[in-house]
Each structure stands twice: as C-alpha cells, then as structure tokens.
C-alpha cells in the first residue's frame, strides 16, 4: 500500500497490546490525518474504557476501523461513529470476511455499510425484502477465483490454492445476492420513509456494477438448547449488544445451559461497564431486555416466555434467564490475551 499512495502513513504492529495500542494512538495523534485500527470487533469498547482509566484521551474524530474475526450488531458502528460526530457518507467502520484455510472473501463497502444500517433502522423495510433479524453483515464478494455455494444451507467453498478446497463447509449463516438487484429493490421500495434519505442517497450513488454480496449473519454451529429452542450465538449477540443496553454492559458475555433440579435455564456472564453496579433496577432492565431482544430474533422464546417462563419472573431465582453481572474488565481483558471472543460456553 505505501508504495501506491501519493502520501505517507506509518504501520505499528503491536498485537493485541492495548496501553500499546493506546501509548501510539496519542503520541501520533498530533502527526497525522488520520488513524486506522484493525481490530476485532468485542475489543473496541475495551480499548475505550482502558483509555478513559488511563486519563489518555483519544482522538475520536480521527479513528477509523478495519474489523475482522467477528460479526458485530450495528448498534455498535452506529454509536461509534455518533460519538465521533462522523458523517453517514465519510468511511468509519468496515468489516472484512475471510477464513483462515480458504483467505479473503468479502469485505463492506461505504454502500453496503448504508444498506445495513437502513435495514437495522427500518425493520419494515427489510420485512419486506424477507431479511430476518439480527441484520446480516452484507459483504461484497472479492475472490473472484472462487465458487462459493449454499449446500443444505451449509455455505461451502470450491478454490484452487495450494491445498486446493473442494465444497469446504464454513459453518456460518450466509445468504447470496445479486447487488444489483438488491440495490433496485431498496431504490424502488414504497417502505421507505424521510429518516431513510441520508443513507438511500448513499446506495443511489453507488454503481449498480459492485460485486454480489455474501449476506453473512455468524456461526450456525455454535448453538444452545433450551427447552427445544435452538438459540444461536448470533442470536445472543443481537440481544446482549443492542443498542438499549448500551449504557449498561460492554457486549460480552459467556452463556450456558444450567440445570436446577431438572429444569433448564439460561444463565449468562454479563460485563457491566465501568462504574455500573448491579442492583434491582438494573437486574430487571437487563433481565426483561433480553427476554425482548431474544425474543425477537427467536419468536419460539418469546411464546414460550408468554406460555410458560413468564409466570417465574417475580421470583427472581427462578426466572429463565439466571445473570451473574461481572465488574469491568473480567471479561474484557480477554481481548488482550485471545483474538476471538466466544459468548456460548460449551460445558
């Protein structure tokens, strides 16, 4: 890349290091346009709250975001780049898809970013389009010397590498659409409304000739069952990482299957953010927002929760979902020891 650009950048590689990550961002701060991380996704609000202990103040204006390893609810671009005061239309945050065995496959452009962030928005909209909740990442698809296909809704890839690859299962939720076709679908659409302006303006500019999407929403494997309810790690993800819950818990999270006297629960680790303690009121929030959100992702839940659970839920020790709240950093100083951070504990 340095030798392709009319202007000058520098590369640090300090790992998953973060007071280095930190320590660099400020001292450059001053020197530069512009700062780019690539990082995983669950890593960034740590590295925020770890600057903020720290009394380091980082340029939020200048930070841009390359992520990988992990799908992310748009919750979290969107209050990032809020925060920031970072236009709709200026690259902030984009996320790549890839595979260690089968290397790059897809990566965000500023339009499918704009096409992500309307359907989160509008729910109506994507309804219409038959795109379910958690909204998927769409990525365009960038290994033009590969076939990809959906097998038993397995998403199998076809390369010659080195090793070449032949139907190679990745266990992942994926949809294949034409770009063109989605983006005349969202041009046309009459569920459109005056808030959709800014981002619809985003994909009207865009070229109509932009690669097919790989619509990727996470892992399909990694699964817990409750009371015959399949309940994705995807699924949590959009509950314990919405927007609602912001202010209150950092996103990551380890869940499990409890049993108590032969009856299943759902118990989660939950990170509060620094200075949040858990009492009642918090406890209740946090306990009936992931009824909703998990609900809503996965409407057998939320009709046995109607049916049955709900019937608990004044008697906190018997409710379905069990919370042990963890002080910052328990869970988050994890990033800085594993890329990758599961939520499903597989006991």
Same mark, same amino acid.
């Given at each position: 890349?340095?030798?392709?650009?009319?202007?000058?950048?520098?590369?640090?590689?300090?790992?998953?290091?973060?007071?280095?990550?930190?320590?660099?961002?400020?001292?450059?701060?001053?020197?530069?346009?512009?700062?780019?991380?690539?990082?995983?996704?669950?890593?960034?609000?740590?590295?925020?709250?770890?600057?903020?202990?720290?009394?380091?103040?980082?340029?939020?204006?200048? =930070?841009?975001?390359?992520?990988?390893?992990?799908?992310?609810?748009? #919750?979290?671009?969107?209050?990032?780049?809020?925060?920031?005061?970072?236009?709709?239309?200026?690259?902030?945050?984009?996320?790549?898809?890839?595979?260690?065995?089968?290397? /790059?496959?897809?990566?965000? #452009?500023?339009?499918?970013?704009?096409?992500?962030?309307?359907?989160?928005?509008?729910?109506?909209?994507?309804?219409?389009? /038959?795109? @379910?909740?958690?909204?998927?990442?769409?990525?365009?698809?960038?290994?033009?010397?590969?076939?990809?296909?959906?097998?038993?809704?397995?998403?199998?890839?076809?390369?010659?590498? /080195?090793?070449? =690859?032949? &139907?190679?299962?990745?266990?992942? &939720?994926?949809?294949?659409?034409?770009? &063109?076709?989605?983006?005349?679908?969202?041009?046309?659409?009459?569920?459109?409304?005056?808030?959709? @302006?800014? $981002?619809?303006?985003?994909?009207?500019?865009?070229?109509?000739?932009?690669?097919?999407?790989?619509?990727?929403?996470?892992?399909?494997?990694?699964?817990?069952?409750?009371?015959?309810?399949? =309940?994705? @790690?995807?699924?949590?993800?959009?509950?314990?990482?919405?927007?609602?819950?912001?202010?209150?818990?950092? /996103?990551?999270?380890?869940?499990?299957?409890?049993?108590?006297?032969?009856?299943?629960?759902?118990?989660?680790?939950?990170? $509060?953010?620094?200075?949040?303690?858990?009492?009642?009121?918090?406890?209740?929030?946090?306990?009936?927002?992931?009824?909703?959100?998990?609900?809503?992702?996965?409407?057998?839940?939320?009709?046995?929760?109607?049916?049955?659970?709900?019937?608990?839920?004044?008697?906190?020790?018997?409710?379905?979902?069990?919370?042990?709240?963890?002080?910052?950093?328990?869970?988050?100083?994890?990033?800085?020891?594993?890329?990758?951070?599961?939520?499903?504990?597989? =006991?």
């Amino acid at each position: 890349m340095a030798t392709n650009t009319p202007y000058p950048f520098w590369v640090f590689c300090p790992g998953i290091q973060q007071d280095d990550i930190i320590e660099m961002i400020c001292k450059m701060n001053p020197f530069v346009d512009q700062i780019i991380l690539f990082i995983v996704p669950s890593a960034i609000a740590h590295l925020h709250l770890k600057a903020s202990e720290g009394k380091r103040s980082l340029p939020l204006e200048k =930070l841009r975001y390359i992520v990988i390893g992990e799908p992310f609810p748009e #919750s979290i671009r969107t209050s990032l780049q809020n925060r920031a005061g970072i236009p709709e239309d200026i690259p902030f945050m984009f996320s790549m898809y890839a595979s260690a065995d089968t290397g /790059g496959l897809g990566t965000e #452009s500023l339009a499918s970013v704009a096409l992500r962030k309307l359907l989160y928005r509008n729910q109506e909209l994507a309804n219409s389009l /038959g795109i @379910e909740s958690p909204i998927p990442h769409f990525f365009h698809f960038i290994a033009s010397d590969t076939f990809v296909e959906l097998v038993d809704s397995h998403f199998c890839v076809t390369r010659w590498q /080195g090793i070449p =690859l032949v &139907r190679y299962i990745l266990y992942d &939720r994926v949809a294949l659409y034409s770009w &063109r076709k989605l983006r005349k679908a969202i041009l046309t659409s009459d569920k459109l409304d005056s808030q959709d @302006e800014a $981002l619809v303006k985003i994909i009207a500019k865009s070229s109509p000739w932009l690669p097919d999407i790989l619509a990727v929403t996470g892992r399909s494997d990694s699964c817990l069952i409750l009371l015959g309810t399949n =309940l994705t @790690e995807y699924m949590l993800d959009a509950a314990v990482k919405c927007e609602e819950l912001n202010d209150i818990l950092t /996103g990551l999270y380890r869940a499990r299957i409890l049993y108590e006297e032969d009856q299943q629960y759902l118990e989660f680790d939950l990170e $509060l953010r620094q200075g949040v303690t858990s009492d009642e009121a918090v406890s209740d929030r946090v306990y009936y927002s992931l009824v909703k959100k998990i609900g809503q992702v996965q409407p057998e839940f939320i009709d046995d929760w109607k049916r049955v659970f709900s019937a608990w839920d004044n008697v906190p020790t018997k409710r379905i979902l069990r919370l042990n709240f963890l002080s910052w950093p328990d869970l988050s100083q994890n990033t800085e020891k594993t890329i990758k951070q599961r939520g499903i504990v597989n =006991l």
